[in-house]
């Protein structure tokens, strides 16, 4: 019998204070949270708490950022075991990258929200719910350790599920049935393909699933393994043909609680692509290459043929979601750094887009009444403010100079192009023009089509008739999240070359993944 | 073992197929057992050893069970079992409002033959 000296495994000292950035925003956002729930009847005051809070939850992020960006991945090992054994955080630029853009959404849909959720839905836990979320997005983007990436994936689900049927309505139960059965059933194939990879790999450490991939020759149990990775994170990305939970249900909620959907919930499963097929699994994925171009390919065009089809605004609005998860799965089939780079960007620009086109649409709808394109609009004649920052949107997300849509959408063509695949550019360029088709026209019937004129004057075909609005804006907590996000759009779309250099780091960092791994095990030679 | 797994997950998927919300929700209560199994099996199965090291003197050589499947087994059925009572309150609260358990019936949020979008200005 010999003793084993266990200070070899064990953490010994404290680590240094500026590491502790690393949980700052799920601590963060999990007392806030519980607090939150703790004042749920008291529904003036939790605005008050939770705005204030999502500044800070923002700033943290940004902390973080800028944390990483001087210092590289940091790590942070919980319970005092060494890695591969206690449960590591590990932060790139990618992760930090992400939750920044994810705190910056939540805090326009927490300002939109004091405006928006009514008395009754703040006390069913409007903002409790939003914060949980947050603790799950932010949680999922910072962890380095997959299984607990599965606790945090359902920790936001969970939320989501809250979010989602606040209110009880037909349509909502309706909506929250499929989306409730579909991603349980994703996060259960992620659940089961982790399982396969503790039995494989017996680790659950990433940057040691790194390491151990790499020198696994035995390929058929690991294409299997990746392939149901892919149908997992695949599902919750919404991408084709697992995408159809996400426009049963996108349109149902309150539209702050879609907006918060539709640029947080699908990017974390992007994210989760990103980090299992390009970091942890390069080879195996190189093998399904093919397979995940067609994916994307037939994401975003049919994205965008479905954003033709649909008269009501906000499911328009989900099938736009798809359809940049499209683009986004175009830079993962690359695999180049100029591909990943450009997914990475785009990640950031649907964020803050899709949050925005949300809360815009329900800021149209407020003013004309209808979310049906359908229906008599004139919002330009009442709201030209609204209508003008709309159009900025519209053109962002269909990819037009000079808004954030258009860089990452010419990177990711020109990265097609570099290798030669001509048909997933020409697929980008189509889901451009057909997107630009789409929203083109909802401006065009919505916003600039002028109010018809009530019933006794239509013969005489007067025109200018005022809208009186179905409910005011109010300047503060409507417009602010608004021209915020819109700020973050045009500034992106004017001044690239920041966020361009990050994506190429967190590029370079998940193509090469020997900092990430020596940041966690810093004995580990380079490799 | 991997027999019994297979069968569960069989059944779940049977389960998963049909077109009534109750089954499915029996469906996903299988499902999660299905996989608490799997990951039991796939972190190597002994028998009748402790996951446990006696006395204060740590050993090497002697064989304990792995007790790190244990631990995510237990994360995982407190999840899923969250999951069911919630998908239960769902699909209760969908019988009451919907009045039906039907998926096909559910279209509610999307109904059929909707008008196309005005094709002209």
């Given at each position: 019998?010999?003793?084993?000296?266990?200070s070899?495994?064990?953490?010994?000292?404290a680590?240094?204070?500026a590491?502790?950035?690393?949980?700052a925003?799920?601590?963060?956002?999990?007392?806030?949270?519980?607090v939150?729930?703790m004042?749920?009847?008291d529904?003036?005051?939790?605005?008050?708490?939770a705005?204030?809070?999502?500044?800070?939850?923002?700033?943290?992020?940004?902390?973080?950022?800028?944390?990483?960006?001087?210092?590289g991945?940091?790590?942070?090992?919980?319970?005092?075991?060494?890695?591969?054994?206690?449960?590591?955080?590990?932060?790139?630029?990618?992760?930090?990258?992400?939750?920044?853009?994810?705190?910056?959404?939540?805090?326009?849909?927490?300002i939109?929200?004091?405006?928006?959720?009514?008395?009754?839905?703040r006390?069913?836990?409007?903002?409790?719910?939003?914060?949980?979320?947050?603790v799950?997005?932010?949680?999922?983007?910072?962890?380095?350790?997959?299984?607990?990436?599965?606790?945090?994936?359902?920790?936001?689900?969970?939320?989501?599920?809250g979010?989602?049927?606040?209110?009880?309505?037909?349509?909502?139960?309706?909506?929250?049935?499929?989306?409730?059965?579909?991603?349980?059933?994703?996060?259960?194939?992620f659940?089961i393909?982790?399982?396969?990879?503790?039995?494989?790999?017996?680790?659950?450490?990433?940057?040691d699933?790194?390491?151990?991939?790499?020198?696994?020759?035995?390929k058929?149990?690991m294409v299997?393994l990746?392939?149901?990775?892919?149908?997992?994170?695949?599902?919750?990305?919404?991408?084709?043909?697992?995408?159809?939970?996400?426009?049963?249900?996108?349109?149902t909620?309150?539209?702050?609680?879609?907006?918060?959907?539709?640029?947080?919930l699908?990017?974390?499963?992007?994210?989760?692509?990103?980090?299992?097929l390009?970091?942890?699994?390069?080879?195996?994925?190189d093998?399904?290459?093919w397979?995940?171009?067609?994916?994307?390919?037939?994401?975003?065009?049919?994205?965008?043929?479905?954003?033709?089809?649909?008269?009501?605004?906000?499911?328009?609005?989900?099938?736009?979601?798809?359809?940049?998860?499209?683009?986004?799965?175009?830079?993962?089939?690359?695999a180049?750094?100029?591909g990943?780079?450009?997914?990475v960007?785009?990640?950031?620009h649907?964020?803050?887009?899709?949050?925005?086109?949300y809360?815009?649409?329900?800021?149209?709808?407020?003013?004309?009444?209808?979310?049906?394109?359908?229906?008599?609009?004139?919002?330009?004649?009442?709201?030209?403010?609204?209508?003008?920052?709309?159009?900025?949107?519209?053109?962002?997300?269909?990819?037009?100079?000079?808004?954030?849509?258009?860089?990452p959408?010419?990177?990711?063509?020109?990265?097609?192009l570099?290798?030669?695949?001509?048909?997933?550019?020409?697929?980008?360029?189509?889901?451009?023009?057909?997107?630009?088709?789409?929203?083109?026209r909802?401006?065009?019937?919505?916003?600039?089509?002028?109010?018809?004129?009530?019933?006794?004057?239509?013969?005489?075909?007067?025109?200018?008739?005022?809208?009186?609005?179905?409910?005011?804006?109010?300047?503060?907590?409507?417009?602010?999240?608004?021209?915020?996000?819109?700020?973050?759009v045009?500034l992106?779309?004017?001044?690239?070359?920041k966020l361009?250099?990050?994506?190429?780091?967190?590029?370079?960092?998940?193509?090469?993944?020997a900092?990430?791994?020596?940041?966690?095990?810093?004995?580990?030679?380079?490799? | 073992?991997?027999?019994?797994?297979g069968?569960?997950?069989a059944v779940?998927?049977?389960?998963?197929?049909?077109?009534?919300?109750?089954?499915?929700?029996?469906?996903?209560?299988?499902?999660?057992?299905?996989?608490?199994?799997?990951?039991?099996t796939?972190?190597r199965?002994?028998?009748?050893?402790?996951?446990?090291?006696?006395?204060?003197?740590?050993?090497?050589?002697?064989?304990?069970?792995?007790?790190?499947?244990?631990?995510?087994?237990?994360?995982?059925?407190?999840?899923?079992?969250?999951?069911?009572?919630?998908?239960?309150?769902?699909?209760y609260?969908?019988?009451?409002?919907l009045g039906?358990?039907?998926?096909?019936?559910?279209?509610?949020?999307?109904?059929?033959?909707?008008?196309?979008?005005?094709?002209?200005y």
């Amino acid at each position: 019998m010999t003793t084993i000296d266990l200070s070899a495994a064990m953490i010994t000292q404290a680590p240094p204070l500026a590491d502790w950035l690393v949980v700052a925003p799920l601590v963060l956002c999990m007392v806030l949270g519980a607090v939150l729930l703790m004042v749920r009847k008291d529904t003036q005051i939790q605005p008050v708490i939770a705005i204030p809070g999502l500044v800070a939850l923002v700033l943290v992020d940004a902390a973080l950022l800028a944390h990483v960006w001087m210092n590289g991945t940091v790590t942070m090992t919980m319970g005092r075991w060494l890695p591969p054994f206690g449960i590591a955080f590990t932060v790139d630029i990618l992760g930090a990258l992400l939750t920044l853009t994810g705190g910056i959404a939540a805090l326009a849909g927490g300002i939109f929200g004091a405006g928006d959720v009514n008395d009754s839905g703040r006390r069913y836990g409007f903002y409790p719910f939003l914060f949980l979320m947050m603790v799950g997005v932010s949680g999922a983007f910072l962890t380095g350790d997959i299984f607990n990436l599965y606790v945090w994936f359902e920790v936001l689900l969970i939320s989501s599920f809250g979010l989602l049927i606040l209110g009880s309505e037909r349509g909502q139960i309706d909506g929250a049935t499929k989306y409730a059965f579909l991603n349980l059933v994703a996060t259960t194939l992620f659940l089961i393909a982790t399982g396969y990879l503790y039995g494989i790999f017996g680790t659950l450490n990433m940057a040691d699933i790194a390491l151990k991939a790499q020198t696994m020759d035995d390929k058929a149990p690991m294409v299997t393994l990746v392939s149901m990775y892919l149908l997992a994170f695949g599902m919750k990305a919404a991408a084709f043909p697992a995408n159809f939970w996400l426009p049963a249900s996108y349109h149902t909620p309150r539209v702050v609680v879609s907006a918060l959907f539709g640029g947080l919930l699908t990017k974390v499963g992007v994210y989760a692509l990103i980090r299992v097929l390009l970091m942890l699994f390069p080879a195996e994925r190189d093998l399904l290459g093919w397979v995940i171009a067609l994916i994307a390919a037939a994401t975003m065009v049919l994205g965008a043929m479905g954003a033709l089809a649909q008269t009501d605004v906000r499911r328009m609005l989900g099938y736009l979601v798809i359809s940049g998860i499209g683009v986004m799965l175009a830079g993962i089939a690359l695999a180049s750094p100029a591909g990943v780079a450009a997914t990475v960007f785009y990640a950031v620009h649907s964020m803050i887009v899709m949050t925005a086109l949300y809360l815009a649409s329900g800021m149209a709808a407020r003013a004309s009444g209808s979310f049906s394109i359908a229906e008599p609009g004139g919002i330009y004649q009442s709201h030209v403010v609204l209508a003008g920052i709309t159009l900025a949107l519209f053109f962002a997300v269909s990819g037009l100079p000079p808004f954030s849509g258009f860089w990452p959408k010419a990177l990711m063509v020109k990265a097609s192009l570099d290798v030669g695949a001509w048909w997933l550019a020409a697929a980008i360029l189509l889901t451009g023009f057909l997107t630009t088709i789409a929203v083109g026209r909802v401006w065009l019937l919505a916003y600039w089509r002028p109010a018809p004129a009530p019933p006794e004057e239509a013969s005489t075909g007067a025109k200018a008739a005022a809208v009186t609005p179905v409910h005011a804006l109010s300047p503060l907590l409507d417009f602010l999240p608004l021209v915020m996000l819109t700020a973050l759009v045009v500034l992106i779309g004017i001044f690239p070359q920041k966020l361009l250099e990050l994506s190429q780091i967190a590029s370079e960092q998940l193509l090469n993944p020997a900092e990430y791994i020596r940041s966690v095990f810093p004995t580990e030679g380079l490799q | 073992m991997t027999l019994l797994v297979g069968i569960f997950f069989a059944v779940a998927i049977y389960l998963f197929l049909s077109q009534h919300i109750i089954r499915m929700v029996l469906g996903a209560a299988v499902l999660g057992n299905a996989v608490n199994l799997l990951i039991f099996t796939s972190g190597r199965l002994t028998l009748e050893i402790p996951p446990i090291l006696t006395g204060y003197e740590t050993t090497t050589g002697m064989l304990t069970a792995n007790p790190l499947p244990q631990a995510l087994i237990l994360t995982a059925i407190v999840i899923s079992f969250s999951f069911f009572a919630f998908l239960l309150v769902l699909s209760y609260r969908a019988y009451q409002e919907l009045g039906t358990d039907d998926t096909d019936e559910m279209r509610f949020a999307e109904p059929e033959n909707q008008d196309l979008p005005p094709l002209g200005y």
